[in-house]
């Protein structure tokens, strides 16, 4: 699988739009971005993935570069439940067996 | 639906007993996976099952441990002798589909495991 590189923490403004980039310049024809997030103490849980298009769910919206290096995980208005660990993960579209290999991630703090 | 279930949530143990670390997932879900997480080295998978068969177990650290999936509702994972070092949290995650195919994996809750 392609490595991914994320920022090890961000803070957000509650209110404000959380904007959290992933570089995966490696990434290949075949392969997805898929965003997982873990709240403290919790399992993580999936947010969100795309192939080059963007994409958006209630969530939150994704959006790819157009050479695919890299993309940025947009939480529109971010409140203090969104603060979590943000793991950006790249996986290919035949991966037998739905593997995920987490990274470091972002921790994403939100504050009052 | 009650989502992926974990047993138990904590367990304290002593260096050399079993561990026995139990999860049910999601109903119709046909893939489980267990995973481990620590500080040092962060959420790493251990083994997936497909249709109750493990697939690939590459990620399991050592003999001492083994994972099973009798049915489609209970999988196990089992630490025999436990040591300080297999102190984590474990993570149980299901999700529905077959190879290929791009299907959200829902994680339990964990169990926090202490080996003293």
């Known amino acids: 699988d392609a490595k991914t590189t994320q920022p090890t923490s961000m803070d957000c403004a509650e209110g404000r739009a959380a904007n959290l980039p992933c570089n995966h310049s490696?990434?290949?024809?075949?392969?997805?971005v898929y965003w997982y997030r873990q709240i403290h103490s919790q399992g993580p849980q999936y947010i969100i993935h795309?192939?080059?298009n963007n994409e958006t769910n209630e969530m939150a919206s994704l959006i790819i570069t157009e050479d695919r290096k890299s993309s940025t995980l947009i939480l529109p208005h971010a409140t203090l439940r969104d603060t979590a660990v943000y793991y950006c993960?790249?996986?290919?579209?035949?991966?037998?067996?739905?593997?995920?290999?987490f990274g470091g991630g972002t921790r994403l703090m939100v504050k009052p | 639906d009650a989502g992926v279930i974990q047993s138990p949530r904590h367990e304290v143990t002593e260096m050399g007993q079993e561990v026995t670390l139990r999860c049910k997932p999601i109903?119709?879900?046909?893939?489980l996976f267990w995973y481990r997480q620590t500080m040092m080295r962060g959420l790493e998978l251990l083994i997936y099952?497909?249709?109750?068969?493990?697939?690939?177990d590459s990620g399991m650290p050592e003999d001492r441990f083994s994972a099973k999936m009798p049915n489609a509702s209970f999988s196990t994972l089992k630490i025999q002798p436990s040591e300080p070092r297999d102190s984590a949290v474990y993570f149980c995650?299901?999700?529905?589909?077959?190879?290929?195919?791009?299907?959200?994996?829902?994680f339990g809750p964990g169990t926090r495991l202490t080996v003293l």
């Open positions: 490696t990434i290949s024809g075949n392969e997805y």
């Open positions: 795309g192939l080059k």
């Open positions: 109903s119709g879900h046909n893939s």
């Open positions: 099952f497909n249709n109750n068969v493990p697939i690939d």
């Open positions: 995650a299901s999700s529905f589909g077959g190879l290929a195919v791009h299907n959200e994996q829902f």
């Open positions: 993960i790249v996986r290919p579209r035949n991966n037998a067996g739905n593997m995920l290999t």
